[in-house]
């Protein structure tokens, strides 16, 4: 079946400081793969996707590429700000037309000022 | 555009008793999806309605069910509650094209405690 395994948290950093969050995954075919983001008290918000191999997805600094090869797909970003802080899930979508994302456990990120 | 909303925010209940949750899909949004989010499980797929309905469905006990109505709006009920469901139940809903890859909308959840 699907998996996707995220790195342990929580990941603490200084504000301005560099992002790397490890995400690989485990799917039949070429899956759709998501980042998603959790605010305190608040559902989930797409941050950014890839549907195929190399595709870099962007989106408020934040970017990961689809690398088919290490079946990865790590977020990072350059310098983080103390809004940042929140939960990020890495997620993927199968293409075998059943409708359900399989999520990471998540990992949550805390900037300090 | 009002997002995706979902009610009541907070609930108790204790062990036997029946819980319905409720969700509002963005307007226009036809599919309706639900997830329970647990910290020892994480999130999960419960199950995906649209067009009233049920599309797919993941790995719960036949005691979690649902269902749509006409206008995209969807229930979900928890029988006979037992501890281990407590737990921040998610709606998410989208325009549901044939793309895999659509974006899902997310609710902020029902937080539902059993004691």
């Known amino acids: 079946g699907n998996s996707v395994t995220q790195m342990e948290g929580p990941v603490t950093l200084s504000e301005e400081a560099f992002l790397t969050i490890n995400c690989t995954y485990t799917?039949?075919?070429?899956?759709?793969l998501f980042w998603y983001v959790q605010y305190p008290g608040e559902g989930l918000q797409l941050l950014l996707k890839a549907t195929k191999a190399d595709d870099k997805g962007s989106n408020k600094g934040f970017e990961a590429t689809y690398r088919k090869e290490t079946t990865s797909f790590h977020l990072e970003k350059g310098s983080v700000q103390v809004s940042d802080s929140a939960v990020y899930f890495c997620?993927?979508?199968?293409?075998?037309?059943?409708?359900?994302?399989?999520f990471g456990s998540g990992t949550r990120l805390q900037v300090q000022p | 555009k009002a997002g995706v909303t979902q009610t009541p925010r907070y609930l108790i209940k204790t062990r036997g008793q029946q819980v319905t949750l409720s969700c509002s899909p963005i307007?226009?949004?036809?599919?309706v999806s639900w997830y329970q989010q647990t910290p020892g499980q994480g999130l999960q797929f419960l199950f995906e309605?649209?067009?009233?309905?049920?599309?797919n469905k993941g790995n719960f006990p036949g005691r979690f069910s649902g269902r749509q109505f006409s206008n995209s709006r969807s229930e979900m009920n928890v029988s006979t509650l037992e501890l281990g469901d407590s737990a921040l139940y998610l709606c998410?809903?989208?325009?549901?094209?044939?793309?895999?890859?659509?974006?899902?909308?997310f609710g902020s959840g029902t937080q539902l405690s059993v004691l």
């Open positions: 998410a809903s989208s325009p549901r094209t044939d793309a895999t890859n659509e974006k899902l909308f």
């Open positions: 307007s226009g949004h036809r599919s």
């Open positions: 799917a039949t075919g070429y899956p759709s």
């Open positions: 997620a993927l979508s199968d293409r075998t037309g059943r409708r359900a994302l399989t």
């Open positions: 309605y649209f067009s009233e309905t049920q599309r």
